[in-house]
């Protein structure tokens, strides 16, 4: 290997004799509760199962410059400073909790270049001394909060993906010491860094693990005997997939008009009118004219080179493709259409896109079979994915969650082929009915789990959408997005840990019928899993928060509320209250009637006020959650109101089982 390539573990990365210094050019740590956690995530899945022998996993590339005379020796970090900040803070957390040996970990190797809040911050937590009260390390003007928030997402996130996935802080820590490979890059010593960081920031993108996945369908397909039926089943592929690739746009504008009309209704674009792969092969064939002569992208070279055509240019700039943002990248999405497609309890999880399609489809048998059924449920799958799942949207300067079906519209006389429009899924333009009720749930689940990776509350509503034979009905849908939600909450996350239920139980053998039954929930153990630190997901406060908008939502400021992703859990009462006031006991303090969901820079900001002024500062500023919002209209604070509110939230939660309240005289908020 060149010396301006080296292999190192995350030990010898961590504890080199070297450090690395962030400059003034690179952006400031950014990195939030999906990145950490898939960082996390990752690292895990690669832990070989007992007995198994281990292998290195390769984290990625750590592209540097060399200080000159700079004792130790100084690298610059040009790309990878997200990952380098991020893999400090899970040592310093591992060695602060004292989770695993870590006596090598002496020295903190990350620097920063002018940047003295960075460098502060990051010494008080390489010190441990973050683990208490911020406030008595450094200032409010000192802290970096994006660098401490990441500490405290590290100290969240580990300790339940460990218990998700049944691993030890043990086995993570050795595995991540010892077989996590990074590659350290050492550009040149004459290189014009400035010009290399423009490079590096408008790179290329290189070839994806979906388009090689396309390929090797595509060889599959190579296999039809008759040369009429191959060449038309291989441009319904490739048509397919084009149209499908781009996940901010609805689908529907991936084809040409009158392949458009003839899949989804002349002058209509909005239903899905074909039976099955033949079906749509002989439609696109059809309505394409004779593809005889079309070539057909079957290797990797040609899908590199390959320019989707037949669209005209002008229907994409009318279209605004810019107006629609995604909740799940196209990768992540071919995998959710084969677990729904053939019900098999695949990982959601795109690092092994390529191997899970060669074991549940490329080399099966009747690999030909199992392609076509495939393309076909991704087309559909895509269709009702654009139709029913939100996506947030850009639209007049401002943004939002919408869902929203796509729509002929004549366009005026000028218009011979028609245009595109939008217009809510379920009615309700006002957006007081069902279409605001699923929308609402929909962010709620989606705001709970930010990573790209293992959304299952989207498996969950593709598979009854791809296997209800009926049109879709508005409060069907939300009676059973209400089911799973209650299901992941009661059958999962607050449920008994000897009980809970996995996710592909939930969603496929209990087909999102939550399980638990008002009368069952033990009130030790709903209080134990409420509690500060044992909460698995913040679903728990979101889908809290959806109830108490149905119940509360017909005024402002709560009926104008919206989901978006806060991750950190305050303590509404401090956990370090200004001197003169009480510290409350640690049952008290870290009840569930004490807590709620908060954007990081505002528990950073706000987490030693007292609640009222906690208050005041709200009276002001933005709607963080429903439940805080009801905390905040008890003028004191203190350990009975905690628990009143604790047992008002309670009988929320409980009433969405259907059981009543326990108590007649449970206080109201």
Known sequence: MSD?????????????????????????????????????????????????????????????????????????TIDGQQRLTTLSL???????????????????????????????????????????????????????????????????????????????????????????QIMRVKVPDDTDLNHYFEIMNNRGEQLEKHEVLKSKIMEVLNGIPDAVERQQSQSCLHAVWEACANMERYVQMGFPPAQRSAIFGDKDWGRFDVADFDALRGVLHTA?????????????????????????????????????????????????????ETETDIPLDDKRLVSIFESEVLKQPNAITRAKRFIFALLRCKYLFDHYVIKREFIKGTDGW?????????????????????????????????????????????????????????????????????????????????????????????????????????????????????????????????????????LVFNFLDYLLWLEHGTSEPIKSYEFSFRSSVEHYYPQHPLPGHDRLRPEVLNSFGNLCLISHSKNSKLSNSMPQAKMEHYKVGTLDSVKQHLMMKTQLWDTKAISEHYDAMREVLLKSLGGGPRSEDTPKE
């Open 90 to 180: 899970l040592a310093s957390y591992l060695k602060n909790t004292q989770a695993a040996d870590l006596s090598w970990y002496q020295d903190l190797r990350i620097h920063f270049d002018s940047r003295e809040h960075s460098r502060k911050t990051f010494s008080a937590i390489f010190g441990g001394h973050f683990d208490n009260d911020p406030s008595e390390v450094l200032g409010e003007k000192e802290i970096n909060t994006a660098i401490l928030n990441g500490y405290r997402l590290v100290g969240k996130i580990l300790p339940q993906k460990l218990k998700e996935n049944r691993r030890t802080v043990a086995e993570f820590t050795d595995y991540l010491f010892g077989r996590v």
């Open 402 to 538: 919408s869902l929203k079906s796509l729509k002929w519209n004549d366009g005026g006389e000028k218009n011979r082929v028609g245009k595109p429009s939008y217009v809510n899924s379920f009615g309700d333009e006002d957006n007081t009915g069902h279409n605001r009720r699923i929308l609402m749930l929909l962010s709620a689940f989606h705001v709970s789990t930010p990573t790209m990776v293992y959304k299952h509350w989207l498996n969950a509503a593709l598979h009854y959408l791809f296997h209800t034979k009926e049109t879709i009905q508005a409060q069907n849908y939300l009676d059973h997005l209400e089911s799973v939600a209650k299901a992941f909450v009661f059958d999962r996350f607050v449920a008994p840990e000897a009980r809970a239920k996995d996710y592909f139980e939930i969603i496929y053998n209990n087909k999102g019928v939550c399980q638990t039954k008002p009368d069952s929930v033990s009130d030790e153990c709903l209080n134990s899993r409420l509690t500060f630190g044992h909460i698995e997901n913040n």
């Open 288 to 340: 394409g004219g004779d593809t005889s002569a079309q070539p057909i992208a079957r290797t990797l070279n040609d899908i590199i080179g390959t320019a989707q055509g037949g669209i005209d240019k002008k229907e994409v700039e009318d279209e605004a493709p810019e107006r629609f943002n995604t909740v799940i990248n196209f990768a992540n999405f071919l995998l959710h259409v084969l677990r729904v």
């Open 4 to 76: 301006a390539i080296t292999q190192l573990s995350i030990k010898a990365l961590l504890n080199g004799g070297v450090d690395y210094v962030i400059p003034m050019y690179q952006r400031n740590y950014a990195w939030d509760e999906g990145e950490i956690t898939q960082l996390i995530q990752d690292i895990i899945d690669y832990l070989p199962a007992k007995g198994a022998a281990e292998h290195n996993y390769y984290i990625g590339t750590l592209v540097v410059f060399e200080r000159k005379e700079s004792s130790p020796p100084m690298f610059e």
